[in-house]
């Protein structure tokens, strides 16, 4: 039986009860319990309702929501609760039919009007709580990108890194505590960033101006070698490339890395597209940590490394869509569990360089089939005062989909 309303979830900006639709006021006036940040309730002041501050930790406060079910209850959060906002996560655990929500401009939409920018041109990403590296990845020429803050500290933070990567001449804008009596907006050159006494509230709005060097991250596969932090245990541009293909990433995806080393087929399957995951598999702790610092410097940040090895460290993960094993292999029992844990139509990669993993995949195929290829890379390198071609290992590839 659907339950009617009892939860309603209402935006609220730094304008207060004036900004509040008379639908949101008059659930406020209804609502036995009001819960909210500190800052929330006070700007929806006065409340004759009884008053809750959220707990910290934050997620202690979905328990007492919950515990209402039924009874008039009001939750307040920022601007709009479904950008960024608490609303996704109440709606995960109660159904839609038994709240309502009155939203308010989302801090983006408040940025992109304030400075004439079309909103679907630019990117929105949350840094409220989140890696400032996950920015990386829209750090495009051009781009033009609004950033939430995590606090005041984060445009300088910013600043700091559009320089480091050849990006100094990124124009900054800093909008704080908008669309109340404090609102204020100042800018700044990334190079010459010197804005001081910034608000916590506040969102960063970059125009990307790239240098010709500029470490832009490119959108394609097949990142260069040099770019991640290896011990000699890394899948190469052309082989990766090649990898990614075959693994065929798809949006929202989880990719198991087994055997991960450098990382960089994970943090490219990461880099197709934001809602992509990877778990990487990685017995070696100093090849782990490596990893991480590869998949952080090029904002890969939904890259998991576990520091374990097959097949042990595969149990209870969550079901991967796609799986590549890059060593590893050859050990018993390390196909078996990835292929049963793998969900009905994925794709499962295995790149081979020994005789003994190649014969393993020649066994597999004839029990799967798939498809094998072998691949063979050649790069010209200076031998005395010419040049000639240095063959590397050949790397035999089955990929096959589980039915």
């Known amino acids: 039986m659907t339950k009617a309303p009892w939860l309603t979830i209402i935006g609220i900006g730094e304008d207060g009860r004036a900004g509040l639709s008379p639908a949101a006021l008059a659930a406020l006036d209804r609502a036995a319990v009001v819960i909210g940040g500190a800052r ?3 700007l929806a002041a006065p409340l004759s309702a009884q008053m809750q501050i959220w707990p910290s930790p934050f997620a202690e406060g979905y328990p007492l929501i919950l515990a209402r079910r039924g009874q008039p209850t009001c939750v307040l959060a920022t601007g709009d609760p479904f950008h960024y906002g608490v609303g996704a996560e109440l709606a995960r655990l109660i159904p839609a039919s038994e709240f309502v929500c009155h939203p308010q401009p989302s801090a983006f939409s408040l940025a992109a009007a304030r400075l004439g920018w079309s909103l679907p041109d630019c990117d929105c990403v949350s840094l409220h709580g989140r890696t400032l590296e996950r920015i990386v990845p829209y750090l495009q020429p051009g781009a033009r990108i609004l950033a939430l803050s995590w606090d005041g500290s984060t445009p300088g933070k910013l600043a700091g890194l559009l320089k480091v990567r ?9 909008l704080e505590a908008m669309g109340g009596p404090r609102e204020r907006i100042r800018n700044a050159d990334a190079d010459l960033f010197d804005i001081s006494d910034i608000d ?3 969102i960063v709005a970059i125009e990307v101006m790239a240098s010709q060097d500029a470490n832009v991250v490119p959108l394609t596969s097949g990142l260069p070698d040099s770019w991640f ?7 190469k541009a052309e082989i990766r490339a090649l990898t ?26 990461c880099l197709r597209h934001p809602r992509n995951r990877c778990i990487g598999i990685e017995e070696r702790p100093e090849r782990a940590e490596r990893a991480r610092r590869n998949a952080l410097e090029l904002g890969a940040t939904a890259l998991d490394v576990r520091i374990g090895q097959a097949p042990g460290a595969l149990a209870d993960l969550p079901a991967p869509d ?4 890059g060593g590893g292999a050859s050990e018993p029992g390390v196909f078996e569990s990835a292929w049963a844990a793998l969900k009905p139509g994925g794709r499962l990669v ?6 003994e993993t190649e014969t393993l995949l020649g066994t597999l195929y004839a029990r799967h089939g798939g498809t094998m290829r072998r691949l063979a890379l050649s790069r010209l390198e200076a031998v005395g005062g010419m040049h ?9 590839q089955w990929v096959v989909t589980k039915p």
């Open 40 to 42: 929330h309730l006070e």
């Open 166 to 174: 050849g990006m100094g001449a990124s124009m900054i804008s800093v």
């Open 200 to 202: 916590p509230l506040n």
């Open 229 to 235: 932090e290896n011990d000699g245990q890394l899948t």
């Open 244 to 269: 990614l293909a075959a693994l065929a990433p798809k949006a929202g995806e989880l990719l198991w890395d087994i055997g991960l080393g450098a990382g960089s087929v994970g943090i490219e399957w």
């Open 322 to 325: 796609a799986i590549f094993i």
């Open 350 to 355: 295995v790149n081979a360089v020994t005789l």
């Open 388 to 396: 000639g071609w240095r063959a590397a290992m050949p790397v035999t």
